[in-house]
Nanobody
């Protein structure tokens, strides 16, 4: 079983920055890709960014492109999300997830196999 634990969330003013981390543990961890999703109150969970674990190729939602950067440290089994120029509409619970090759073809949360518990990000105006 794989466990994913997010950290780094908090309260920040608009224009500020936060760095989220997602530490993976459990059985031998070698996902095809990992991603970040977010869910605001009353809204569906939405794709934020994805990175392939071996090659490091990335994909971003248009709403965060140019402001957020996804990265990973394979040796530490840790995923990151650097968030800059934060906006109030970025307020949400942020989740990391891991999945197999099918996540390349879709941004759907259903394509991912493992999920963290989430970390709250609140951006004040």
């Amino acid at each position: 079983q794989v466990q994913l634990v997010e950290s780094g969330g908090g309260l920040v003013q608009a224009g500020g920055s936060l760095r989220l981390s997602c530490a993976a543990s459990g059985r031998v961890f070698s996902p095809f890709a990992m991603g970040w999703f977010r869910q605001a109150p009353g809204k569906e969970r939405e794709f934020v960014a994805r990175i392939t674990w071996s090659v490091g190729s990335t994909d971003y939602a248009d709403s965060v492109k140019g402001r957020f950067t996804i990265s990973r440290d394979n040796a530490k089994n840790t995923l990151y999300l650097q968030m800059n120029s934060l906006k109030p509409e970025d307020t949400a619970v942020y989740y990391c997830a891991a999945g197999g090759p099918r996540v390349i073809a879709t941004r759907s949360p259903g394509a991912y196999d493992y999920w963290g518990q989430g970390t709250q990000v609140t951006v004040s105006s």
